[in-house]
């Protein structure tokens, strides 16, 4: 599970400050997939980012009793320098898992062909997301962390990642944010909004959805 302890997270920029969490505490059960519901601008990447470790809260602390991928997708710490493999292998020896075995994985699933050993500064930005994709599903943990999923490659790509991911939510659990509460439905079984920097937490996935709606009316 993974815990949020009177959470603060404050921006101050130009004089002026931003609450994005305003002494959030919850708790994401194992084994669940959550929706991260709010508004444009409501702080869920950034919330995302804390849970992820990425950032710091301003107060409070977020832990955890076991995994947590990074945000599923990000390319953001690949090395443009190295080939889709190199990065791979260099991503598999940090995680401890094996090398060949992911490096066979990802080139299997991220389609990329030759380009799978060409330097990663030449892909384009649907075959990063393709490459990013294709190493988080290829290690396994014990909470994924997603941000708009669906909007990898084409859609007999989306169906196919759709797949792998679903494979791997039914044995993990995972903290969902997309814009279509047709893939929230179909992904998660609870939910949590985020509005004002305070987050609600609900047990049914629908509940959390109209209130979601309700705020997105105002």
């Given at each position: 599970m993974i815990v949020c302890e009177n959470v603060w997270k404050i921006y101050r920029t130009r004089g002026e400050q931003k609450v994005v969490a305003s002494g959030i505490n919850a708790v994401f059960p194992t084994g669940v997939a959550v929706a991260l519901l709010g508004r444009n601008g409501a702080g869920k990447s950034t919330l995302m980012s804390l849970i992820a470790g990425n950032q710091k809260p301003t107060r409070g602390r977020i832990w955890s009793d076991g995994t947590i991928s990074w945000p599923v997708g990000f390319a953001g710490s690949f090395h443009g320098e190295l080939t889709g493999a190199q990065n791979t292998?260099?991503?598999?020896?940090?995680?401890?898992?094996?090398?060949?075995?992911?490096?066979?994985?990802?080139?299997?699933?991220?389609?990329?062909?030759?380009?799978?050993?060409?330097?990663?500064?030449?892909?384009?930005?649907?075959?990063r997301s393709r490459l990013a994709f294709g190493v988080s599903m290829g290690i396994r943990f014990d909470t994924y962390l997603v941000d708009e999923v669906t909007s990898v490659g084409d859609q007999r790509f989306k169906e196919k990642a759709n797949e792998v991911f679903?494979?791997?939510?039914?044995?993990?659990?995972?903290?969902?944010?997309?814009?279509?509460?047709?893939v929230i439905r179909k992904m998660c079984t609870k939910a949590a909004v985020l509005e004002n920097g305070n987050l609600i937490?609900?047990?049914?996935?629908?509940d959390g959805i109209a209130h979601h709606l309700e705020n997105m009316k105002r």
């Open positions: 292998r260099f991503i598999a020896r940090v995680y401890g898992v094996d090398t060949d075995m992911l490096c066979a994985f990802v080139e299997d699933f991220a389609e990329l062909g030759a380009h799978f050993h060409y330097p990663f500064r030449t892909y384009s930005a649907g075959m679903n494979k791997r939510i039914g044995a993990s659990g995972a903290i969902v944010v997309s814009h279509s509460m047709g937490m609900y047990e049914n996935v629908e």
